[in-house]
């Protein structure tokens, strides 16, 4: 049975920095391309981050150069270090894989506000 369990969000002024954590079980997490997604209100959900089994790593023009996706093979956990946050960054944000195959975990809110 898969399982993705996201953690770390919370409430964080602009500027600040989050680092965001998912525990994946029930995949050959190594062998997997996984990704970080967020989910606005009215919004539909897009990847914002994600990372080859080999190191490649892949980020949205809105996110470039502020967020940093990492893994941990040995943990089966994939990671979303998220700094210089802005409050258009306020989502769920929820790990899979890429593409998106396996059930959605609860995710892990985020919200940037002063």
């Known amino acids: 049975q898969v399982q993705l369990v996201e953690s770390g969000g919370g409430l964080v002024q602009p500027g600040g920095s989050l680092r965001l954590s998912c525990a994946a079980s029930?995949?050959?997490?190594?062998?997997?391309?996984m990704g970080w997604y967020r989910q606005a209100p009215g919004n539909q959900r897009e990847l914002v981050a994600r990372?080859?089994?080999?190191?490649?790593?892949n980020y949205a023009d809105s996110v470039k150069g502020r967020f940093t996706i990492s893994r941990d093979n040995a943990k089966n956990t994939v990671y979303l270090q998220m700094n210089s946050l802005k409050p258009e960054d306020t989502a769920v944000y929820y790990c899979?894989?890429?593409?998106?195959?396996?059930?959605w975990g609860q995710g892990t809110q985020v919200t940037v506000s002063s």
């Open positions: 029930g995949i050959i997490f190594r062998l997997k391309t």
């Open positions: 990372l080859t089994s080999g190191g490649i790593t």
């Open positions: 899979n894989a890429v593409p998106s195959f396996y059930p």
